[in-house]
């Protein structure tokens, strides 16, 4: 593979007459600024999400150079880089998230990672990966994509796969998986155009993701699932990942529950709950 030409793997490119809504912000201002993140200055909010050691530093590195600051996560022990770019005539503000080998809110780290993408609603999530540890690197990035449905894979240390003799097919991976995936060599520079591409074309909605979702449920989960699912899109129309919800009502995640309590997860719908959930509904559930 030719590491110097652009190497991203675009999906479903469209026409550039994508509807006002699809080129808008999705990210959600005000609760970013709750988590720390001030959007007054920026058009478009991109987390950078991966399991430990991927490379997610360095890939911040390298978009951001200079304009980058380290802070605390709010209320938290835990550092927070974010910084920023421009491309296409756009300012991106990049924020590097804690690694993570999950994003079921079982240490600090996956609660900051997981409540950035639930919460925040950033308008690309860019899933670093190291490409010679891909399937273990997929549970992460299976677990993002159920959360949202605009991301981009960046393949990296794609050098370290060559020197093994490893080919990785980004094409395939890429349809697999639903999103655009950018093969990178960050600590090299290498196939950082193609990265900024993907992210470019995932934030205006030139790029439109189609996120593979796991559907291995047993049949007595399906079948409460699918009812709690279709309760939740009723309740909070327009939530990108009413199923998703769903999944972690059922497993008891109390963070969730107060969120669908207290109206947070109203917000996300960014309409007003038609039918808010009553408490025996929900009780019914977690
Ligand atoms: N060979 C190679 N090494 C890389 C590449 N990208 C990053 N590295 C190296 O991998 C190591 C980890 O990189 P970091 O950027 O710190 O990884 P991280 O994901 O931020 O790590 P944590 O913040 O600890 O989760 C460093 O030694 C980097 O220089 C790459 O594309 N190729
Ligand atoms: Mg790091």
């Known amino acids: 593979m030719n590491q110097k030409k652009s190497m991203t793997t675009p999906l479903m490119i469209k026409p550039q007459v994508a509807a006002a809504?699809?080129?808008?912000?999705?990210?959600?201002?005000?609760?970013?600024l709750k988590l720390g993140v001030d959007m007054d200055e920026w058009d478009f909010v991109v987390a950078l999400a991966g399991n430990p050691n991927t490379g997610k530093s360095t890939v911040f590195n390298a978009l951001t150079g200079m304009r980058q600051h380290t802070?605390?996560?709010?209320?938290k022990t835990v550092s927070r880089a974010e910084g920023g770019?421009?491309?296409?005539?756009?300012?991106?503000?990049?924020i590097d998230l804690p690694g993570t080998y999950s994003l079921l809110s079982t240490s600090f780290d996956e609660e900051i990672a997981r409540d950035f993408i639930l919460f925040g609603q950033p308008d690309v999530t860019v899933i670093v990966?190291?490409?010679?540890?891909?399937?273990?690197?997929?549970?992460?990035?299976?677990?993002?994509?159920?959360?949202?449905?605009?991301a981009v894979i960046c393949l990296n240390l794609m050098d370290e796969a060559q020197r093994h003799g490893w080919q990785v097919?980004?094409?395939?991976l890429a349809r697999d998986l639903g999103v655009p995936v950018a093969p990178t060599a960050a600590r090299q520079g290498e196939g950082l155009d193609g990265l900024l591409k993907a992210i470019h074309e995932v934030a205006t909605g030139q790029a439109v993701c189609k996120p593979y979702r796991l559907k291995n449920e047993s049949p007595q989960i399906k079948g409460a699932l699918t009812r709690l699912t279709k309760m939740i899109q009723e309740s909070f129309p327009g939530l990108p990942n009413a199923r998703w919800v769903a999944l972690r009502l059922l497993d008891g995640d109390q963070r969730i529950a107060e969120a669908v309590r207290s109206g947070e997860l109203a917000?996300?719908?960014?309409?007003?709950?038609?039918?808010?959930?009553?408490?025996?509904?929900?009780?019914?559930?977690?």
Request: aromatic share 6%; with cysteine.
């Open 85 to 94: 770019f421009s491309y296409g005539g756009f300012r991106y503000k990049l």
């Open 21 to 32: 809504c699809e080129a808008c912000p999705m990210h959600n201002a005000g609760n970013l």
């Open 169 to 172: 097919d980004d094409r395939r």
């Open 129 to 150: 990966t190291d490409a010679t540890q891909l399937e273990r690197n997929l549970n992460l990035a299976l677990q993002v994509l159920e959360i949202t449905d605009r």
């Open 71 to 75: 802070g605390n996560w709010p209320g």
């Open 267 to 286: 917000q996300l719908s960014r309409l007003s709950p038609v039918k808010p959930m009553s408490q025996p509904q929900l009780e019914a559930v977690v």
